[in-house]
């Protein structure tokens, strides 16, 4: 990271607060590559806090700098116009990615919005927040087209996908996911929304112990895969993936469809693509959904893949 490209990195922040979102939202993303010198910085507005993502340790200068400068950008019209509350500062690259507050009050649990949907946040503890902003077109996508459809959430972490389905109008949702402390947060979201808990059903397992039970709840009208990368002792992407692709016609009702998530940039949309060509070939690809403008990236095939596939 470079501490002469810092001003460029205020002069956005800027242009993004004078058109500042009223929901959740990433106003710069240094991950894509497109801003040389701050690959490994990212800031994002949630809904009164300000976090700024540290993906690699700085230099003592660089830091310094960054904190001078959100500093001075706390005392402009523009922060006093956001009502922001806090500007923080998570380090990713150190152990159990630390908060230090730069300014204001932080609010470790706070609940945002995003189209019209609530969902708790959690900071300091994790590295991720609990939802995850490219996925925002995902998210939106499912809301409108969950109507009346039985829906299958693989790897569900907090359930983003569960909430938008269920808000569009899903008749069932059936969130999976190994680790029960993200379901119970999960449910958290769809109280938040005020949504019926009879149309949702929670399972905290490891999927490819799994599948007799996943099963026994279909068919699926719309089945959502979004995987980590990586989950030590339980799933690795190009070694586990195709086991759930395989399985995905045993799984799906007549005209069901599909979204398979990727979001390693180790892997291009290909890998998806032809993934599903050799493991269910009954399954055709259809498109590949837009990421939200803000996540710009060098190479598309870098970023999040978001593919769509119907019978």
Not at 69 to 85: D, I, Y
Not at 141 to 168: D, M, P
Not at 234 to 258: C, H, M, W
Request: aromatic letters at 10%; a negative charge; glycine letters at 8%.
């Amino acid at each position: 990271m470079l501490v002469q490209s810092l001003p460029q990195f205020f002069e956005l922040l800027n242009l993004s607060f004078e058109q500042l979102p009223d929901d959740l939202r990433r106003l710069f993303h240094g991950r894509g590559c497109c801003f040389p010198g701050l690959e490994q910085l990212t800031a994002d507005w949630l809904q009164g806090q300000l976090l700024i993502g540290l993906f690699k340790e700085p230099s003592d200068e660089f830091l310094q700098q960054l904190i001078e400068g959100l500093r001075t950008f706390a005392t402009t019209s523009l922060w006093q116009e956001s009502k922001g509350l806090s500007i923080v500062i998570q380090h990713r690259a150190r152990e159990r990615s630390p908060i230090e507050v730069v300014i204001g009050e932080f609010n470790d649990f706070s609940v945002a919005q995003e189209s019209g949907l609530k969902y708790q946040l959690e900071l300091g503890k994790n590295q991720n927040m609990g939802l995850f902003l490219d996925m925002r077109y995902g998210r939106q996508w499912v809301e409108q087209h969950s109507a009346g459809k039985r829906v299958l959430n693989l790897f569900a972490y907090t359930c983003g996908f569960s909430v938008a389905a269920i808000a569009g109008g899903a008749e069932h949702v059936v969130n999976l996911d190994m680790a029960k402390s993200v379901l119970s947060r999960g449910r958290d979201n769809h109280r938040l929304n005020g949504h019926d808990l009879s149309k949702v059903t929670f399972l905290g397992h490891e999927l490819f112990k799994s599948w007799g039970k996943v099963k026994k709840l279909g068919q699926y009208d719309l089945i959502i895969i979004d995987p980590p990368s990586f989950q030590k002792g339980s799933f690795a992407l190009t070694k586990d993936y195709q086991k759930i692709l395989r399985r995905l016609p045993d799984l799906l009702s007549e005209n069901g469809e599909v979204l398979a998530c990727v979001n390693s940039p180790e892997v291009s949309s290909d890998f998806l693509i032809d993934g599903m060509a050799a493991e269910a070939p009954a399954l055709r690809f259809i498109e590949r959904l837009e990421n939200p403008p803000e996540f710009q990236e060098v190479d598309s095939d870098k970023g999040l893949k978001v593919m769509r596939f119907t019978y």
